[in-house]
């Protein structure tokens, strides 16, 4: 396991922009984001393995958010660009840091490492 460190959240209007990332403790590697409402399951947002070989995103975010990462300074971003309000959740990054699988997963139980979560709030 790695610590992850989470920033970038925040409020934003509809049609606007934000950037999150996220800072490993140590190297991974798979890492994905996902999301959750109050009340409900956590969602699979996207993923990217280490060597940018494979990137995977649920379709509602396709031609907006875009996740890349740096793996020199062990840190996964999502670009988040024309933000809607159903975009509104609590953004959680999360990374496969001992088994090295491909391709990156889109399950929870797929990353053993997880960041505190950071809040992204769209009002319209």
Not at 31 to 36: A, K, V
């Amino acid at each position: 396991q790695v610590q992850l460190v989470e920033y970038g959240g925040g409020l934003v209007q509809a049609g606007g922009s934000l950037r999150l990332s996220c800072a490993a403790s140590g190297r991974t590697f798979s890492m994905g984001w996902f999301r959750q409402v109050s009340g409900k399951e956590r969602e699979f947002v996207s993923a990217i393995s280490w060597s940018h070989g494979f990137t995977y995103y649920i379709d509602s975010v396709k031609g907006r958010f875009t996740i890349s990462r740096d793996n020199a300074k062990n840190t996964v971003y999502l670009q988040m660009n024309s933000l809607k309000p159903e975009d509104t959740a609590v953004y959680y990054c999360a990374a496969d840091s001992l088994r090295g699988r491909l391709p990156p997963g889109q399950n929870t139980g797929f990353y053993d490492s997880w960041g505190q979560g950071t809040q992204v709030t769209v009002s319209s």
